[in-house]
């Protein structure tokens, strides 16, 4: 049997990720109604207003980074769910940054996961291009909203 042909593993890598992604839309979706309701009561400018909107939804997309980095972290804690290539030691924040890069699609290659975990990074890749459009469409929103005259 190869390192990694456990299906436990591969099931289990499969369990966190479908996790991940359900926590992830859970609170990017909750957190843009926040948002919303919360632009609408807000006294502030409408300029402003949307200010606080881009700073609202990167505060949403650095927090469901980190859950995915998280994720990595978690895994990595188990041998045959994988491993990161690139540098010898790998810490919580080299975890946090392979899933930036592969959230944001940009995908450096500098460090790279590898076996069963690269599951993650695929669903993670979409899940991120997803999010981040779904912020982008919000924000135009909003900014026609209080940016008409």
Known sequence: MQMYDNWTINALVVVVTALSVALCVAIH????????????RSH??????????????????VIEIWLFGVAYWALLTIPESGAM??????????????????????GYGD????????????????IGFILITW????LYL?????WRR
């Open 135 to 138: 912020s982008a469409s919000f």
């Open 111 to 126: 460090i790279a996961p590898i076996g069963p975990i690269r599951f993650v990074a695929g669903t993670e890749a979409l």
């Open 44 to 61: 502030s400018d409408r300029r402003r207003k949307v200010l606080y909107g881009v700073y609202a939804v990167i505060v949403l997309h």
């Open 85 to 106: 290539g690139g540098p010898e030691q790998h810490n919580l924040l080299d975890a946090v940054y392979l899933s930036a890069t592969t959230y944001t699609t940009v």
């Open 142 to 146: 909003e900014m026609e909203r209080y």
């Open 29 to 40: 979706y909750e957190g843009l109604q926040w948002l919303s309701r919360a632009l609408q």
